[in-house]
């Protein structure tokens, strides 16, 4: 069974990088149907899609955050990553990764979701 | 694509039924999926394609629409699925949107 996990730091202070790997187990992060993507949730708010990568480095990114985030893809150990710059409050949320279908983008499976604060 | 839920809360008796609805700003055709999310836990797929059950879904989880309205229905509540439900499209993504949640209440 395919199982994703969160980690990384839980705090970070404002103007520095948020970095967070998703590690993939019980499963191939190479498979050609699946993109692996990052979402986040403020707190007590919605869902909002960060973007995807696919294994072979290709990636789409939120408009709203595309000038501050960085995907990578490590398919040796099975990893995938999330870096966000020059981070304020507003993105203080819980940040979940998932594994998107190729051609229809729907979510079949999620990480349990870590927590990041942004506060000095 | 802007996609509107309805109503924001929804308070419904175990036994009975719930229909929770999506808006899409556009034509996103049967590219729908909703979620349903407890709290401290990630979101868990319910239906994709908009009608199609995900694994291990239950029967009483069923979905309809296409186009521009949509639909969850749960035919009979159980105390289990008291939680936040979000559609989320994906007709041309990327991007993907998701609305902003119904909260199904025990009434």
């Known amino acids: 069974q395919l199982h994703l996990q969160e980690s990384g730091p839980g705090l970070v202070k404002p103007s520095e990088t948020l970095s967070l790997t998703c590690t993939v187990s019980g499963g191939s992060i190479s498979g050609s149907s699946f993109y692996w993507g990052w979402i986040r949730q403020s707190p007590g708010k919605g869902l909002e899609w960060i973007g995807a990568?696919?294994?072979?480095?290709?990636?789409y990114y939120n408009s709203s955050l595309k000038s501050r985030v960085t995907f990578s893809v490590d398919t040796s150990k099975n990893q995938f990553s999330l870096s966000l710059r020059s981070v304020t409050a507003a993105d203080t949320a819980v940040y979940f990764c998932?594994?998107?279908?190729?051609?229809?983008?729907?979510?079949?499976?999620w990480g349990k979701g870590t927590t990041v604060t942004v506060s000095s | 694509i802007v996609l509107t839920q309805s109503p924001a809360t929804l308070s419904v008796s175990p036994g009975e039924k719930a229909t929770l609805s999506c808006r899409a700003s556009q034509n996103i055709n049967t590219n729908l999926a909703w979620y349903q999310q407890k709290p401290g836990q990630p979101p868990r797929l319910l239906i994709f394609a908009a009608s199609t059950r995900a694994t291990g879904i239950p029967a009483r989880f069923s979905g309809s629409g296409s186009g521009t309205e949509f639909s969850l229905t749960i035919s009979s509540l159980q105390s289990e699925d008291f939680a936040v439900y979000y559609c989320?499209?994906?007709?041309?993504?990327?991007?993907?949107?998701f609305g902003q949640g119904t909260r199904l209440d025990i009434k």
């Open positions: 989320q499209e994906y007709n041309k993504w990327p991007p993907i949107t």
């Open positions: 990568i696919y294994y072979s480095g290709v990636t």
């Open positions: 998932s594994r998107g279908l190729g051609y229809y983008y729907y979510m079949d499976v």
